[in-house]
């Protein structure tokens, strides 16, 4: 039995319907899957044998790939921070990560990764305020106006890192993951992401749900996914 896999990140979920009805309709033919989606990645093996027609197949995975091209980031058993190190070797970037509601999580997926150490140099827990502002060098002005959870905070975030540590890419992430909201009154879900180089910085916001556990851990997802893209695009 051979096994084929397509990872996705964020993919819509007709579009994943669409490639997993293309799949069951070919249950006759010899293809086999399995699919599971976790933290908003899906992860779809897609099994066949040595009689299963080759250009079958191949029409399948060229499907696959043409439907889930927005949010593909695989077509093989390879993890997103497994992606991210990888890219980070081939473009000689070395990463550093500021996390404030991801706890840490972020910088554990990285460092999980067999080789990490050559492409990662730190990871800050700036979880308070104060320590934003100490650590990274976030302004107090924009914590009082515009909040710990704000674009403008996790690009100063990004910004503060770049500055401070000794790499060319960084990922910096504030939100709330709840249960309850806090003082601001904001969504419990409400995330940004900044990542970025010396080159440029973007910062992406999300508005998840499920329970903290679940809010946290899609957090981790979409900013390894984010990270790759970026490195993805560099030249």
């Given at each position: 039995m051979k096994t084929l896999t397509?990872?996705?990140m964020g993919a819509n979920h007709a579009c994943v319907e669409k490639v997993i009805s293309t799949l069951e309709q070919c249950a006759e033919k010899g293809i086999s899957h399995h699919h599971v989606r976790d933290y908003d990645e899906d992860v779809i093996q897609i099994h066949?044998?040595?009689?299963?027609?080759?250009?079958?197949?191949?029409?399948?995975?060229r499907y696959a790939v043409e439907v889930l091209e927005v949010s593909l980031y695989a077509l093989d058993d390879v993890t997103l921070e497994e992606q991210?190190?990888?890219?980070?070797?081939?473009?000689?970037?070395?990463l550093s990560v500021a996390e404030s509601f991801t706890g840490g999580g972020l910088a554990r997926r990285i460092v999980s990764v067999s080789g990490a150490s050559e492409v990662y140099f730190e990871g800050l827990n700036t979880y308070n305020e104060l320590s934003?502002?100490?650590r990274l060098g976030v302004n107090p002005e924009t914590l009082?106006?515009?909040?710990a959870v704000s674009e403008q905070t996790a690009y100063e975030?990004?910004?503060?890192?770049?500055n401070t540590s000794d790499c060319d890419m960084v990922i910096a992430t504030t939100g709330l993951a709840g249960p309850n909201s806090d003082?601001?009154?904001?969504?419990?879900?409400?995330?940004f992401i900044a990542v970025g180089s010396r080159e440029r910085i973007r910062v992406y916001q999300y508005n998840l749900n499920g329970s903290r556990k679940e809010i946290t851990e899609k957090a981790i997802n979409y900013a390894l996914y984010l990270a790759y893209k970026q490195l993805k695009d560099m030249i």
């Open positions: 397509v990872r996705t066949y044998d040595v009689n299963t027609s080759t250009s079958l197949v191949d029409d399948i995975m991210v190190v990888t890219l980070l070797k081939l473009r000689g970037r070395r934003k502002i100490r009082k106006t515009k909040g975030m990004a910004v503060g890192l770049l003082a601001s009154g904001l969504p419990v879900g409400l995330c």
